[in-house]
């Protein structure tokens, strides 16, 4: 729930008193608090998207693949990816890249 009281030695009294605050500010002439479900925060949490991308550029492999040249891609995948395992953990690098990247056209 939202309540305003004015912005005065008394309201602010009042307003430091509302029980469980969950935010509380001085708008000019009165002071606002929010002391419910229907708080929204000014600083809302980021988007799936956002999250994902933090998540993706702390994974080691995507970091080194977004450091390599084309070249150096392909020499990456002709010596170091020869069993399923590999493979199958390669394609999922891609794969994470890919769907990062896909977001943004």
Do not use: H
């Not at 305003?4 to 029980?19: I, R």
């Not at 998207?49 to 390599?68: F, H, P, S, V, W």
């Amino acid at each position: 729930m939202i309540k305003t009281f004015p912005n005065t030695p008394a309201g602010n009294t009042s307003a430091k008193a509302v029980s469980a605050p969950r935010d509380l500010w001085y708008d000019g002439d009165r002071i606002v608090v929010f002391d419910g479900d229907d708080f929204t925060a000014r600083n809302p949490p980021a988007s799936k998207d956002t999250q994902d991308e933090i998540e993706a550029r702390k994974y080691g492999k995507l970091t080194a693949l977004q450091t390599m040249t084309p070249a150096e891609v392909q020499a990456w995948v002709a010596t170091d990816v020869k069993t399923l395992a590999q493979t199958q953990d390669a394609i999922a690098t891609l794969a994470i890249a890919v769907s990062i990247l896909a977001r943004k056209l």
